[in-house]
């Protein structure tokens, strides 16, 4: 398409109305002047700011540690993502919803951080109160001796389920 841009002479009217259009197409939603220049310095700062967000995030992340204290000692395991808490301590955290603690038992209490789902009182796998059996099995009922001894009569022999020559084959199962 370059080359047919250096000049009209010896083009036909219907090859200089397409010249006409490709290049309007080469210019269509182009920035030019100050869109173009505020543009670019725009692109430039989005790139600057997401490796900078993307470097500072990072370092940030591996240093970040769980806030809560046990026995006057800081908890030394990463927190949760967009948290500042580990998920040992994360019900330490006033402002979260996702988690509560679990209620346990009365003999053993547990306060071990347990996901909210959509039942009212979240439990640990340890202390999940599983639903009633639904499934009873049926009791195994006793087969009277008249029925067990069946009449051998009544089953057909293999020579019997052979196709006959008076039914054509296609009827004979």
Not at 58 to 63: A, D, M, P, Q, V
Not at 130 to 153: F, I, N, R, S
């Amino acid at each position: 398409g370059s080359s047919l841009l250096t000049g009209p002479e010896g083009l036909m009217a219907k090859e200089r109305e397409n010249l006409k259009r490709l290049k309007c197409l080469r210019r269509y939603r182009q920035r030019y002047g100050v869109e173009a220049l505020l543009h670019r310095q725009l692109r430039e700062r989005r790139v600057l700011a997401t490796d900078g967000a993307a470097q500072q995030a990072h370092t940030t992340r591996s240093s970040q540690r769980c806030l809560a204290f046990v026995d006057d000692v800081r908890c030394s395991n990463p927190s949760l993502p967009l948290t500042r808490h580990c998920l040992a301590h994360i019900c330490q955290d006033t402002n979260q919803t996702l988690f509560k603690p679990c209620q346990g038992s009365e003999e053993v209490p547990c306060n071990k951080p347990v996901p909210v789902s959509l039942s009212e009182e979240p439990c640990c796998p340890l202390h999940l109160r599983l639903p009633p059996q639904m499934y009873v099995p049926e009791q195994v009922l006793a087969v009277p001796q008249e029925l067990g001894a069946a009449p051998t009569d009544l089953y057909l022999s293999a020579a019997e389920l052979q196709p006959t020559e008076s039914l054509p084959l296609e009827f004979s199962d």
